[in-house]
Nanobody, 124 residues
Framework: QVQVEESGGGLVQAGGSLRLSCTAS????????MGWFRQSPGKEREGVSW????????AYADSVKGRFTIYRDNAKNVLYLQMNSLNPEYTGMYSC?????????????????WGEGNQVTVSS
């Protein structure tokens, strides 16, 4: 049984940093593209970043470029999202997904394995 679980969220002041983690079990981790998505209040879920199975290729939404870094440790089956210079616009539920396709469109991850999400709240 595949399990995906996020951790590391919480409350942080604007300008602060957080690191999210995502563990995946029950699958061959380094066979999967891994992605982070965010759903903010009143908005649809949006892609934040993805990383290739080997960790060489990454992509980011324009809104987070230069602030967020995605990386993975395939030996430990863990995905990370380092978030710096946070502002209230980044508040939302952050979810991790393991999929087979590259891209930030939610529809490209329809067959992915998803975690339940972890709340990040940035106060002003």
């Amino acid at each position: 049984q595949v399990q995906v679980e996020e951790s590391g969220g919480g409350l942080v002041q604007a300008g602060g940093s957080l690191r999210l983690s995502c563990t995946a079990s029950g699958l061959t981790f380094d066979d999967y593209v891994m992605g982070w998505f965010r759903q903010s209040p009143g908005k649809e879920r949006e892609g934040v970043s993805w990383i290739s199975p080997g960790g060489v290729v990454t992509a980011y939404a324009d809104s987070v470029k230069g602030r967020f870094t995605i990386y993975r440790d395939n030996a430990k089956n863990v995905l990370y999202l380092q978030m710096n210079s946070l502002n209230p616009e980044y508040t939302g539920m952050y979810s991790c997904a393991a999929g087979r396709r590259y891209g930030l469109e939610f529809g490209q991850w329809s067959n992915a394995y998803w975690g339940e999400g972890n709340q990040v709240t940035v106060s002003s």
